[in-house]
């Protein structure tokens, strides 16, 4: 092999790289230029994720203040409507509260009113017997003045007088208890006791003390008096009546064994009677 045909290929290989080398540089320039071109988009996509971000973390803070506030508004809300449940709740147990005190206080309006009509429809009739006896004993006084008459006419005044005193002074205590002047008709009936002890009329005094006394609702007072009746003038024709009323009076006073007692003596005694029937009646009541 000859020098030359050596060398020759050598030679066109560096030129061929000679000429490859610009080509080469021309495309790292082009790829560099690319390179700087998406560095830049990118820079740019990275500033504007950058601010959105920011813009993004700035509002989330935004809301989460405002949902804060409106987490202290709803507390603040609720304790209100505590405030208000409890506020309710009071009002409620009050108006509950007078309600019912109203109602009892009604109740026992009724109850007295109901007893001063049942005092004075006892009056009513306890009035009319008085008027028959007092009529009775007009009748009588009468006929006692004509067999007196024979008599000397000093004693014939004396009895006739005697006998329109007591009528007189029985009437007026019986006028005040008609007027509800309780107070003052057994100051006068008690007065009358004591000036006619004997009289025909010391028991019917005595009972209407006890009326008297059970229509002002003093009620211990009113069985003692009405005792006093049975008591004192046991074969008396208000003694029926003053055992009713007895009863009554415990019943009032809420002693309902003493009063059931009480209206059981009166139906074993009296079985005939109205007060009987009455005190029947009651008994039932006080089951």
Not at 70 to 76: F, P, S, T
Not at 193 to 208: C, F, H, I, T, V
Not at 249 to 271: C, N, T, W
Request: charged letters at 35%; aromatic letters at 6%; a neutral charge.
């Amino acid at each position: 092999m000859n020098r030359g045909s050596f060398w020759l290929p050598l030679l066109a290989g560096v030129f061929l790289s000679a000429c490859a080398i610009p080509q080469q540089l021309e495309h790292l320039e082009r790829e560099q230029r690319r390179l700087r071109s998406e560095n830049a988009s990118l820079v740019a996509e990275n500033t504007t994720i950058r601010n959105e971000l920011d813009a993004t973390r700035s509002s989330l803070a935004d809301t989460r203040a405002n949902v804060q506030q409106a987490q202290r508004e709803l507390n603040a809300l609720r304790e209100t409507m505590d405030e208000v449940r409890v506020q309710l709740k009071r009002q409620v147990g009050q108006a509950s509260r007078e309600g019912d005190q109203r109602v009892r206080e009604l109740e026992v309006r009724i109850s007295k009113i109901d007893s001063e009509l049942k005092a004075q429809a006892s009056l009513l009739r306890s009035r009319d017997e008085e008027i028959h006896l007092l009529r009775e004993a007009v009748k009588t006084a009468q006929a006692t003045a004509k067999e007196a008459a024979t008599g000397s006419a000093g004693d014939s005044g004396q009895v006739s007088g005697e006998s329109d005193a007591v009528r007189r002074d029985y009437e007026e205590a019986l006028r005040l208890l008609d007027r509800k002047d309780y107070k003052g008709s057994i100051a006068r009936f008690r007065e009358f006791l004591k000036r006619y002890p004997k009289s025909d009329y010391a028991d019917n005094a005595q009972y209407w003390i006890g009326e008297g006394y059970y229509a002002l609702r003093e009620f211990d007072q009113a069985i003692l008096e009405f005792d006093a009746v049975r008591r004192k003038y046991p074969k008396g024709d208000k003694v029926p009546g003053a055992l009713l009323k007895m009863g009554f009076a415990f019943a009032e006073l809420g002693d309902r064994v003493d009063a059931r007692l009480i209206l059981q003596e009166l139906m074993d005694r009296y079985p005939q009677t109205e007060e009987a029937a009455k005190a029947g009646q009651k008994l039932r009541s006080l089951e």
